[in-house]
């Protein structure tokens, strides 16, 4: 038979082939209705016989579905949330959805306009990345359309929303620079508008105060995420006149960011002054030298991400853990020999 003919093959020649109505063929297909055992074996060996492959694409729109699952993410060009969405997509991949992804650049009117329109294109679910539009609005969004917050917990749907321990990862990677013998830590903060960045801000101080250490305001910077914030953030220390021999950077991208204002200031890392990151964005560990780090399991929320929303749309009740961080131990810390603040006190590990 040739594909031409296994691509255009109907349940009327399905019905012809088993000797049953094309009625019954749709009841097997569609498992709508108790068929007798013998014409529904003689259906599935017609079936085979053809090579029939369902369209299961046309089958769903059938049922008022548009097989498109809408994406909406704070920027494009950002290696972190297309890390997430390749971890959602790897989930859908394994399904007929398909995605459609939409980019604000951090405007919330843009993030506004993109929202309505996946509602107006009848998605049947919608995947938000850090949303900074209104929770109302959201959870009136939430109650037509499937809905799954990434980085933001919305009241009332806290199981449809995933996010990471930024409080714990940032304690982590405080206490140890703590640890190996750093009292004098700087930190260059996300943005403290979302709650990513308040949240290591308090894991910082947390792990601070517990060491009987004093949060200095000289030392915290506030940034944006981006890597030119990492490089303004040294230029604002420095600026200031700040001692000190370590830094946290609320991301990867401002650690990098961080980076070149060391060099531009003559600091090597981790000789002069260590350097930790959060995330473990793909080039973290391919940086000179590779830049230690709490890792955000971006991939797995995606997929997780990816799950819920297909148990959403078939009316399943999903519960999103919140994710663990995990800190991963590589090149950019040293420890402290001796403390007289002229940035040439540390051993290499």
Excluded: C
């Excluded at 449809?160 to 004098?184: F, P, W």
């Excluded at 403290?192 to 960045?197: E, F, M, N, R, T």
């Excluded at 009987?212 to 953030?233: K, R, S, T």
């Excluded at 994710?323 to 540390?346: C, G, P, Q």
Aim: aromatic residues 8%.
């Amino acid at each position: 038979m040739s594909k031409k003919r296994r691509n255009s093959i109907t349940i009327f020649d399905i019905a012809s082939e088993a000797g049953v109505s094309a009625s019954t063929v749709s009841r097997v297909l569609n498992n709508s209705m108790p068929v007798d055992p013998a014409k529904r074996d003689a259906v599935m060996k017609a079936i085979q016989t053809l090579n029939y492959k369902p369209n299961l694409a046309a089958q769903e729109l059938g049922r008022g579905r548009t097989m498109t699952i809408g994406i909406l993410m704070p920027l494009s060009v950002s290696i972190f949330y297309n890390t997430i969405i390749n971890g959602i997509e790897q989930r859908l991949e394994q399904t007929p959805y398909r995605s459609l992804v939409a980019a604000s650049n951090f405007n919330p009117q843009e993030e506004h306009k993109l929202l309505d329109l996946l509602v107006a294109r009848k998605v049947d679910g919608i995947i938000s990345l850090w949303s900074q539009l209104d929770e109302n609005y959201l959870l009136e969004i939430a109650k037509e359309t499937p809905f799954i917050s990434i980085g933001r917990v919305l009241p009332g749907i806290e199981k449809h929303s995933l996010v990471v321990s930024n409080m714990l990862g940032a304690y982590q990677a405080t206490r140890y620079l703590i640890e190996r013998g750093h009292t004098r830590i700087a930190h260059i903060t996300g943005a403290l508008s979302v709650p990513d960045g308040v949240q290591r801000l308090e894991g910082y101080k947390k792990a601070l105060k517990e060491a009987g250490l004093e949060v200095d305001p000289q030392l915290i910077v506030e940034g944006d995420f981006d890597e030119q914030a990492g490089l303004f953030g040294v230029g604002v220390l420095f600026a200031r006149g700040a001692r000190f021999t370590a830094l946290f950077a609320g991301n990867d991208m401002m650690a990098m960011g961080a980076r070149l204002g060391f060099y531009r200031h003559g600091m090597r890392v981790p000789d002069d002054v260590s350097l930790v990151g959060f995330d473990d964005q793909p080039g973290a560990a391919y940086t000179i030298p590779p830049l230690t780090t709490v890792r955000q399991p971006l991939v797995e929320m995606g997929r997780m991400a990816g799950q819920a929303i297909l148990d959403l749309i078939e009316d399943q009740e999903p519960d999103l853990p919140q994710f663990n961080t995990e800190l991963l131990i590589r090149e950019s810390v040293a420890t402290v020999v001796r403390n007289d603040f002229n940035y040439k006190m540390y051993m290499p590990s």
